[in-house]
């Protein structure tokens, strides 16, 4: 039997494997999903019993950097603070660089492989140095899965490549780059969540491929990222019958131990991916999962759906036996090391937030976002966009309220609107636009007259279940033509769109695609399609 | 002539009486108006040259406060740092109390004067405290305006009463909970903006009221805001051809030096409306505005078009002899007395936001929604909304992009979706829901089906140009309520539109009326009509 003390000292480091979810912003009141994100008083309990990681969503660079500072003061030990920034810190905390999804640089390494995994170093530099600033340690990407099945929704654009040596490559650069910044990086989701139609925040997806399949197309960007020295990997809510027919990749120790461990020799910290989300969390309880993960080969427990219970559960089977003394050293020593590698931000926030964005992140951003738009514009005067037009600025979006996308002096409102294009916005909780009609979708006798300048906002999210391509915008483009009333388009988001409708545009209307959704996107796009800046907005470079 | 280092030491006395305007947000990218809110280095610059205030609006608590730190240490001289925070701090910065509006008290104040007294003190004290702790030593309130004028779009539920006596009352009471933290309040907009129907920030409104009906209703608020020891004052952007034929009241002497230095005996600080807006704009350069304020009374310039203009306006009319040295100085003596009755906020940031809204706060707001909130609703189980009842949520916003009232996870969102009522948000931007039928002109068909849950979010907004009473809400209660389809009504804001809607329902429709539309009272209303706390809701109570 274990003394007190010494059960007191395994609680506290079973505590350190687990990584609770906190707001990035400061009080309690601002959590914008307090289901899943703890209060301060919670949080400041569980990092006093010795919890050693955070995942932080939300609230903005300067708020975030006062963050991290109170959550490492709470500790007593040094934490490990992550957050989903896969697209720039700006993904998720404003006044941060916003970048455009990895998959852009995808499609620019068939064109021009160096450029591309040059850039994609400089990405992860970007995000990996302005993560350090603010107090985040671990930067969870990047995405190694391929997105070789467009219908994915949950990866998409989010994926470096669409095949694997592309993926493995950016992924790669990524790693480098970000960890130079001394800010750990995170290949996920292993072994390969590329190829599902199903999101696993809401259901378990099943990949039903060999072996030698895994090999051909799954690994490969994996193998890449440890060759590069990735610090950790986040495992995937994904059933591989051909490895485990039993437990999900989490929860697997063919998947943990035998395949990453031992065949593919990863050394670095194993990290689950959240364990409330539902594909784990229907079929186990917090004890088990955690106790599962960790037998299976994780080292660390992201989003217990119960931290206290995951503790309780892990202490158990250490003096069970069901998990060894060794092998949960072995993880407090991965751990450890981990942290030991990663450099500390400036000590005054003042001082962090100063030239926070770099002027060469600033133009690395606008890079980005030049390099990987599309368009199909005539010459001048035919083909830009009429102006002085009374016509209507259709916008498509996942949702209106909370949009980051869509400032209110954003481009895509302003310029159409000083062209004279009157703005209506539509997302799954409008009155519907929908006349019913399969040839002729759109009801147009609900929008204001005049041309239609169409832009849409698409692409594969977490937790939306589809990646846009079930609402019928091809016959909506050929009605607006049939109609004479296609003013536009522009697609921001997703290619699998785009590609959809560009074959349909005659070659005299102004069209665009940009992978990226932010304002700097819109201005550049819009640009292309002859919208100068409007006399309201700002700058949009950072 | 002046020598070269007394017109330097003059253009930086005059430069300390300008405010100018910022973002509350750290970076300039983060900016919600860049056309009004200087950029960082603009910002500095002007600072340096010895600009005097700043005028923030947006951004975090936390953000905030390393905003005006950080404010503060780029100029030689103590700020005056001002925010339009009539409502609670936390109706612009969000993470701190936002209470409801004033006019909620002014309503209680019909019934129990006292306790809306106190409540008034109570609503100032938690302003300036909060206020204080951010770094804010200036608030913009309380509006002194009489709201007799149900049609005022700009005005509205932002006064205090409907009635001299009582908006005077409670004014008072704000000033002297606000003052007694340590930050300076300001009455505005004199000499009265209450009986307007036109939006100053879009034209100049007139106002055809004898000196007799100013003394007997515009100029009581006033008088007792000034006897409470108003630090400040601010002038409205209104014709008042009984005072001044020429000139509105910001650009008066009729209006600033006599009737409100003379005649009301104030000797604080006066401070113009923003001279940005139209109704100055549009008939006056940036130099000659500032310089028409000043000589008419004013003591600080809010908002210049151009701020280097509007010194080298005043620099010259000091040197030209418009301006004599003396009334320069009685205006800098004002400005130091103001800033001298100041008190500092903690030294540390962390030290500011722990505990930022206290326990009595967040009862505070609490006790002002439910003394405000208004229902009908009969014995159970008559009277509660249906359950389960596959209907509609149809939520109507002035604009759903960048709306606070409706985070994700908002009670008017997400307690109707437990209950089964599908959302559908309707605002200025929508498909129509409209189907041009004046007796039924709520299209129907464009819903989803089942009873109708109508929720609406309509009160005056600057800029909006109206209170919102220009929508057909009473015939679309009437066609609901024939169509057998009216689940319940939820009115917040507007107790016009209230007063409109409720004698048009029978008893047994839940319906109710809150004066605040954030999420706090979206819950406690919400709760009167039958629907308990969702799952998915945090806590609203700061």
């Known amino acids: 039997m274990p003394t007190e003390l010494s059960r007191s000292d395994l609680r506290r480091q079973v505590a350190s494997l687990l990584v609770v979810r906190g707001s990035g912003h400061w009080s309690d009141s601002q959590r914008r999903y307090p289901r899943w994100e703890l209060t301060n008083a919670h949080l400041q309990r569980l990092l006093t019993d010795g919890v050693g990681g955070v995942i932080l969503l939300g609230g903005s660079a300067a708020e975030l950097r006062l963050r991290t500072d109170a959550l490492q003061s709470w500790a007593p030990q040094p934490l490990l603070i992550c957050a989903d920034v896969e697209e720039g810190v700006g993904q998720r905390f404003e006044g941060t660089s916003w970048l455009v999804p990895p998959l852009a640089l995808g499609r620019l390494h068939g064109q021009d492989p160096d450029r591309a995994v040059q850039l994609a170093r400089q990405y992860g530099q970007c995000t990996g140095r302005q993560a350090r ?3 985040l340690n671990w930067v969870l990407g ?36 970000c960890q130079a910044e001394g800010v750990l990086a995170c290949a996920k989701h292993f072994p390969g969540h590329g190829d599902t139609s199903s999101d696993s925040h809401l259901e378990l997806p099943v990949l039903p491929h060999s072996r030698e399949r895994l090999e051909a197309v799954e690994l490969p960007p994996f193998r890449q990222a440890i060759a590069a020295g990735v610090a950790s990997v986040m495992t995937a809510h994904l059933q591989l019958p051909a490895l485990d027919t039993e437990q999900p990749a989490t929860l697997s120790a063919p998947v943990l ?9 990863f050394n670095g910290l194993v990290v689950t991916d959240a364990l409330v989300m539902e594909a784990i969390s229907r079929h186990h309880g917090p004890a088990d999962a955690a106790v599962l993960a960790f037998t299976a080969g994780a080292d660390l427990i992201l989003m217990p759906a119960d931290a206290d219970a995951a503790i309780d559960g892990l202490v158990a089977a250490v003096e069970a036996g069901l998990i060894s003394r060794q092998r949960l050293n072995q993880s407090l020593e991965r751990r450890q090391r981990a942290l030991a ?35 199909q514009r005539q010459p001048e005067p035919r083909g830009a966009l009429p102006t002085s037009a009374s016509g209507v ?12 996308q869509l400032p209110a002096m954003a481009p895509a409102l302003l310029r159409p609107a000083a062209a004279g294009y009157e703005t209506c916005l539509i997302d799954g909780r409008s009155p519907s636009p929908w006349s019913g009609d399969a040839l002729a979708p759109l009801a147009l006798h609900r929008l204001p007259q005049g041309p239609v300048l169409l832009q849409l906002f698409v692409r594969g999210n977490p937790f939306r279940g589809s990646a846009g391509g079930d609402e019928p915008w091809p016959a909506v483009v ?10 536009g388009l522009a697609v921001y988001g997703s290619p699998y769109v785009w590609q959809q409708l560009q074959p349909l545009l005659p070659a005299e209307i102004p069209a665009g695609y940009s992978p990226g959704q932010m304002p700097l996107a819109q201005a550049l796009l819009l640009e292309q399609l002859g919208l100068e800046a409007a006399a309201l907005e700002g700058g949009f470079t950072d």
Chains 1, 2 share one sequence.
């Open 142 to 177: 990047p995405v190694c899965d391929v997105n070789n099945n467009p219908a994915n929704p949950v990866i998409n654009v989010r994926a470096w490549g669409e095949d694997p040596a592309c993926a493995g490559a950016l992924a790669a650069a990524f790693v480098q780059g």
């Open 478 to 487: 050929q009605q607006l033509l049939a109609a004479g009333r296609l003013a």
């Open 257 to 265: 131990n035998q395949l990453l461990r031992r065949h593919l020799g």
């Open 393 to 404: 600025n259709l916008i498509r979006l996942d949702t209106q309220l909370n949009c980051p």
């Open 341 to 375: 590698s990663t450099q500390s931000a400036p000590a005054s926030a003042q001082e962090a937030l100063d030239g926070l964005v770099s002027t060469e992140e600033q133009q690395l951003a606008r890079e980005l976002v030049v390099l990987s738009l599309e368009h």
């Open 133 to 135: 600033r603010l107090g």
